[in-house]
């Protein structure tokens, strides 16, 4: 017969493991089991711990500097586009030389940023990220309202400044064009040489406030050189005279014979058959200039006596051209000086409408110089009528003389024996001696100007 066997609950032995210390413990251990023997335990390195540690702090850096990174790139992309503080149009001068802190002071300044530290960022980034096309440059501009940080460095960078206009009227002296551009207020610095005579283009030039009046004339001869070679190369055949230099002398006479655009090339034409044919050119201008030189007054009556006065450009005196223009001549003078009007005829006078009468002989000249004393004589008394008369019938009086004619040479004569043949005055015509001739009289004026 079998023993009986009481009926115990399992315990685990030491080789197994831990013994519980109670049934519930059995049933949920409180406790980990021991490692099993045999297998050996692996200490931690101590250098792979460092190093984890270094890169996840490098890891955590990196992160947070991305993150900065962003949210400025965001805040400049915003204050780069937003729209400006200005309420109204604004004009800042940015003087030459000034550093890019001293702009965006003055911008600051002016209300055209609202602050001059996200300008600076702004144009720092967009310098390196575009150096040939972002560069601050000096001038005056117009900023309109809410203008922003981005569009107030593309105007700086494109140098978009507010432009100004020096126009400069045709057939001045090159000392009367410096005068002029003396009083010109949006123009700076000193001239330093006044320029030779006829090297100057006159046009209308625009320019930056503040420019210098010596650069401005640089510049205007650099025009002349340009449309006067141009123009060479366009120039007819067979000219009486050899080199660019001696076509701008002949433009310079045309320039100051009239004011006609449908008269310049008929007047060159004349000038070009009477050095064909040897003779002096006759013209008054010259004259004027010969004496008085740059500072000459244009249109101021021409004595006997400055006529008969020798010096190298009284063209009464000397055969061919002068030596040196007498003005700075248009570029339409000057297309008419190289292609003259062909024709026969050798002299002009007025008309006393503002144009000439040109004729191919002497005696038709001087039937038209005639007419012209008696245009003159009624175009005299009407101003000394209107002198006496009261104020409104001095302006209806003045009236008809409101189209003057203007620096008008004595009409050249017929060249005989090679000598130089006296004035065609009225004298010649076979009218009667009269005390005041054609070198005396009040020349009329040719035209206004600009």
């Excluded at 008394?381 to 004595?410: F, H, L, Y």
Aim: with cysteine.
């Amino acid at each position: 017969m079998s023993r009986g066997r009481r009926d115990v609950p399992p315990t685990l032995s030491r080789r197994d493991g831990v013994r519980p210390r109670s049934p519930a413990e059995a049933l949920e251990p409180g406790r980990a089991p021991p490692r099993p023997r045999g297998m050996r335990q692996r200490k931690e390195s101590r250098v792979l711990s460092g190093f984890a540690r270094v890169v996840s702090g490098v890891m955590t850096i990196l992160l947070v500097l991305m993150l900065t990174a962003g949210g400025l790139t965001l805040l400049m992309g915003h204050l780069y586009s937003r729209p400006g503080p200005l309420t109204l149009s604004q004009t800042v001068v940015i003087p030459k030389g000034a550093s890019s802190n001293e702009i965006a002071d003055d911008l600051e300044r002016e209300g055209v940023v609202s602050s001059r530290l996200a300008f600076m960022a702004n144009y720092y980034v967009q310098s390196r990220m575009r150096p040939k096309d972002v560069m601050l440059k000096h001038g005056e501009y117009l900023f309109k309202p809410n203008v922003s940080i981005r569009e107030v460095i593309e105007i700086l960078s494109e140098g978009k400044s507010v432009m100004y206009k020096v126009t400069i009227p045709e057939g001045l002296t090159s000392q009367q064009i410096v005068e002029r551009l003396k009083g010109e207020e949006n123009l700076s610095g000193e001239v330093t040489q006044i320029p030779a005579e006829g090297s100057i283009l006159p046009e209308t030039y625009s320019i930056e406030k503040g420019m210098q009046r010596q650069e401005l004339l640089e510049r205007m001869q650099l025009k002349q050189k340009q449309v006067l070679e141009a123009a060479w190369q366009r120039r007819q055949g067979e000219l009486p005279f050899a080199t660019p230099d001696q076509a701008v002398v002949m433009a310079s006479i045309i320039e100051k014979e009239t004011g006609r655009a449908d008269e310049r090339e008929r007047i060159a034409g004349v000038f070009v058959n009477r050095l064909k044919k040897g003779m002096p050119l006759q013209s008054d201008p010259t004259i004027l200039y010969g004496i008085y030189g740059g500072g000459v007054q244009w249109g101021k009556p021409i004595l006997q006596s400055e006529k008969d006065a020798k010096n190298a450009h009284n063209t009464y005196q000397i055969k061919g051209l002068p030596p040196t223009p007498i003005c700075n001549p248009g570029r339409p003078a000057l297309e008419a000086a190289l292609n003259p009007s062909q024709h026969g005829d050798i002299f002009f006078v007025a008309d006393g409408t503002g144009g000439h009468i040109f004729s191919a002989t002497l005696k038709d000249h001087n039937a038209a110089v005639t007419n012209w004393r008696k245009v003159e004589k009624d175009m005299r008394a009407r101003q000394a009528a209107a002198k006496d008369a009261p104020e409104g019938a001095a302006a209806a009086a003045a009236a008809p003389a409101a189209n003057p004619v203007t620096e008008i040479p004595s009409p050249p004569a017929e060249d005989t024996g090679g000598e130089a043949a006296p004035a065609a005055g009225a004298e010649q015509a076979g009218a009667p001696p009269n005390p005041a001739t054609a070198s005396t009289m009040p020349l009329p004026v040719r035209k206004p100007k600009r």
